[in-house]
């Protein structure tokens, strides 16, 4: 089964950048799509940015385009958040999440199904 962990949160002044990790525990195949998402205090978990590990297709949440870079390292079988520009709003919780045969938008754009694979997350807190 697949396990995620994710690394590389903590706290981060705005303006400021952060690279987040997410390691799976085995081979990522191609009809993964895989992604990150967050969770702020009293909202609801939303998709930041997603990728579909077979073409490397990629999407992102309008909020962090331009700021935000999802990346991957196919021999570690890791996916990566590049954070730049850091803005208070993006404190929160962040999670890895992986599924079968989704493309990266329908991933991101569903972070309440049920049959995802889901890291324990990792606290990005941006804060002067």
């Known amino acids: 089964q697949l396990q995620l962990v994710e690394s590389g949160g903590g706290l981060v002044q705005p303006g400021g950048s952060l690279r987040l990790s997410c390691a799976a525990s085995t081979v990522i195949s191609e009809y993964h799509a895989i992604g990150w998402f967050r969770q702020a205090p009293g909202k609801e978990r939303e998709g930041v940015s997603c990728?579909?590990?077979?073409?490397?297709?990629?999407y992102y949440t309008d909020s962090v385009k331009g700021r935000f870079t999802i990346s991957r390292d196919n021999d570690k079988n890791t996916l990566y958040l590049q954070m730049n520009s850091l803005k208070p709003e993006d404190t929160g919780v962040y999670y890895c999440?992986?599924?079968?045969?989704?493309?990266?938008?329908?991933?991101?754009?569903?972070?309440?199904?049920?049959?995802?694979?889901w890291g324990k997350g990792t606290l990005v807190t941006v804060s002067s």
């Open positions: 990728l579909k590990w077979r073409d490397g297709t990629t």
């Open positions: 999440a992986a599924a079968t045969f989704r493309t990266a938008q329908f991933l991101c754009s569903t972070p309440g199904a049920g049959d995802y694979y």
